[in-house]
């Protein structure tokens, strides 16, 4: 979002629809976007702003990409550049609840989106759990990394742990965003360092590496 | 809303009315819900629909507590009958379960509409938080019952546990319902046979009485 250097006037009129076309999604939902609406919130001519999408669809799916490309910059892979292992998965952890804590609305259109959608076959939809597939894959991937250090069980099941932490992230999206509660990111670490402690090869014991980033394997 | 004996004609229509309404909102989001496309649904004339409610915001509000009558009905008051402790906990799950693979439409309406309301404060935001801190408290008191019944850990945190199932549930029914995985249900009883392992006095031991409903105190 930050390196415009190379773009065209184009792309960065694409790029501010986009940005906006978030913002909103995550206010109004997804079905609540419209081009009409876009084109007086950015300036531009309503026949102007469809050019660049061609249908209200299009635009969905572009406004979904661009909260899962902002959603990756924030979250992931920032997480990637921690040590391989449970170092990487808590700063996976850590980013998507900053993400949260900030209201960054590509992490929150993200998460919100699935349930708006979930009745409304098509290909906005398809995007959109494609989009989760990938992210499922991608955790499980980050913790498989400790299984290869040795931090965590050969016979741990990366998927359950990608699952069950989409579900911590879940309740703790609900819990700061609609009851406003002061202990969710608290809950969300105690849950998460229980589904690691029940992981280990050696249930109950905190591996000292994960108190020193430093001590862990850097790819 | 099977015992309709002593219901009076007006009762009926607002009944109805709602059911409807419950089943839109589940399709549509509560802010898709008007009281036009609820008067045409149902066959009743706009303004004596009006007459019902009064305004948008105090059907919406009927509508998540319609859902959640069905949701108390459908799922809590079955669970209560089962023998306290694990045995009541997993009676729980059970027919949260059953509730979304059948897609029973309070239990998704009170799942999703917490989503799409979260960046829209007012009475009905206030009403559906309100909902889900009732519905943490019930699952706190449905876990404390296995700590008085000696099955779980005198030192478990009942609102970390409620936290947390509320949490696999949220992701079970992003799974099923969004991304159509057919491993969903075992997902999330695997998730809450960990939650409860980790809760037991001997970690990893399940106890006799969860395998036998008989066996418990039935309260």
Do not use: N
Request: net charge neutral; with cysteine.
């Amino acid at each position: 979002m930050t390196s415009t250097g190379t773009m065209g006037k184009g792309d960065r009129t694409r790029e501010a629809i986009l940005a906006r076309g978030v913002d909103e999604a995550c206010r109004v939902g997804l079905g609540g976007l419209t081009i009409g609406d876009l084109a007086t919130a950015t300036g531009l001519s309503k026949s102007g702003l469809f050019a660049h999408f061609g249908s209200k669809e299009a635009l969905q799916v572009a406004v979904l990409d661009a909260a899962a490309q902002e959603f990756g910059a924030v979250v992931v892979i920032p997480a990637l550049r921690a040590p391989r292992g449970e170092a990487r998965v808590l700063a996976l952890l850590e980013g998507w609840l900053a993400c949260g804590r900030l209201r960054l609305p590509g992490g929150c259109l993200f998460v919100k989106a699935s349930t708006e959608l979930d009745e409304q076959p098509g290909p906005v939809r398809d995007r959109l759990a494609e989009q989760h597939r990938e992210l499922v894959r991608t955790i499980a991937r980050i913790f498989d990394g400790g299984i290869t250090e040795g931090q965590l069980r050969a016979d741990a099941d990366p998927y359950q742990f990608a699952t069950d932490l989409y579900g911590v992230m879940l309740v703790y999206y609900h819990a700061h965003r609609l009851l406003a509660d002061p202990r969710a990111e608290e809950r969300a670490r105690t849950a998460v360092a229980a589904l690691l402690d029940a992981a280990r090869p050696d249930p109950g014991r905190r591996d000292p590496a994960r108190l020193d980033p430093r001590a862990g394997d850097h790819r």
